[in-house]
Nanobody, 120 residues
């Protein structure tokens, strides 16, 4: 089994900054890709950004240039950073990872989510 634990969510003022972390642990052989999604109240979950084990990144078109995704392969941890937060960034942010486990198979895992609230 693999566990993803997000942290860094908080109540921040508009214009503030954010750094979320997603720590993966468990029966990990390698992490193929790690992504961040978010779900605002009464809206569908949407992709924010994704990064592969080779460092390739892709961002949602509507959010490109506003977020930065990175990872530490040694620590099996991914990060999502954002400056100049806006109230519309308020959402639960979820980490997702495609992981090759020790049995040699690839699975997709989700974290429990971390709440980000941006006050105006």
């Amino acid at each position: 089994q693999v566990q993803l634990v997000e942290s860094g969510g908080n109540l921040v003022q508009s214009g503030g900054s954010l750094r979320l972390s997603c720590a993966a642990s468990g029966s990990i052989s390698s992490i193929v890709a790690m992504g961040w999604f978010r779900q605002a109240p009464e809206k569908q979950r949407e992709l924010v950004a994704r990064i592969t084990r080779t460092g390739n990144t892709n961002y949602a078109d509507s959010l490109k240039g506003r977020f930065a995704i990175s990872r530490d392969s040694v620590k099996n941890t991914g990060y999502l950073e954002r400056n100049s937060l806006k109230p519309e960034d308020t959402a639960i942010y979820y980490c997702n990872a495609n992981v090759i486990t020790l049995d040699g198979f690839e699975y997709s895992y989700w974290g429990q989510g971390t709440q980000v609230t941006v006050s105006s």
